[in-house]
């Protein structure tokens, strides 16, 4: 059974940080774009950040970008997202994400575009 298990979540001030780490068991991801969606109260899911299969193509939202960075470990089928200087607006639901295939730079920001996601991991950040 395919299984992605996000950890790491919680409560923080603005301005803190956190990281976000996902395990993936049942298959290997090392061939597939591994990345990060979120949700907030009242919002669409939401794009946060992709790794291709070769790490070194990454891609972020705008809101993120510069605070937030991606990474991923293909030896031990783990992706992580390190979170600094933490917004309000970053408070949601966090979901680690991976396709079934992808080609070596190829990084989706659509959610249709990933087979497998995870339960999701609350983080949420006070003013």
């Known amino acids: 059974q395919v299984q992605l298990v996000e950890s790491g979540g919680g409560l923080v001030q603005a301005g803190g940080s956190l990281r976000l780490s996902c395990a993936a068991s049942?298959?290997?991801?090392?061939?597939?774009?591994m990345g990060w969606f979120r949700q907030g109260p009242g919002k669409e899911r939401e794009f946060v950040a992709v790794?291709?299969?070769?790490?070194?193509?990454?891609a972020y939202a705008d809101s993120v970008k510069g605070r937030f960075t991606i990474s991923r470990d293909n030896a031990k089928n783990t992706v992580s997202l390190e979170m600094n200087s933490l917004k309000p607006e970053d408070s949601a639901v966090y979901y680690c994400?991976?396709?079934?295939?992808?080609?070596?730079?190829?990084?989706?920001?659509?959610?249709?575009?990933?087979?497998?996601w995870g339960q999701g991991t609350q983080v949420t950040v006070s003013s």
């Open positions: 994400v991976a396709d079934s295939y992808s080609g070596s730079n190829y990084a989706p920001r659509t959610p249709d575009e990933y087979e497998y």
């Open positions: 049942g298959r290997t991801f090392s061939r597939s774009a």
């Open positions: 790794i291709s299969r070769n790490p070194g193509t990454t």
